[in-house]
């Protein structure tokens, strides 16, 4: 998986995302459409600087991708949070 960037906006493909959450990739689709997924987009800063943060919450599941300033991933993480 890699986050690409284009016109300055991060892109993931849509079956990345959906093996995350436990979508299908129309679903993902959909339900971003419908605000269903949102999601948050950071750059590093500081000791961070040359990283990115690309973070999908749906429902109470929200997934944090970490990637080099390249968009390797570098670190996954998945938690459960109250309901948004």
Do not use: W
């Amino acid at each position: 998986m890699k986050i690409e960037m284009k016109d300055g906006q991060p892109t993931v493909d849509a079956m990345d995302v959906a093996n995350l959450l436990g979508l299908s990739a129309a679903d993902v689709q959909a339900k971003m459409r419908a605000e269903e997924i949102t999601t948050r987009f950071e750059t590093g800063v500081d000791e961070d600087a040359g990283r990115m943060r690309l973070t999908f919450f749906y429902h109470t599941t929200k997934v944090c991708l970490t990637c080099s300033q390249d968009g390797t991933l570098l670190r996954t993480q998945r938690t459960t949070i109250g309901g948004r």
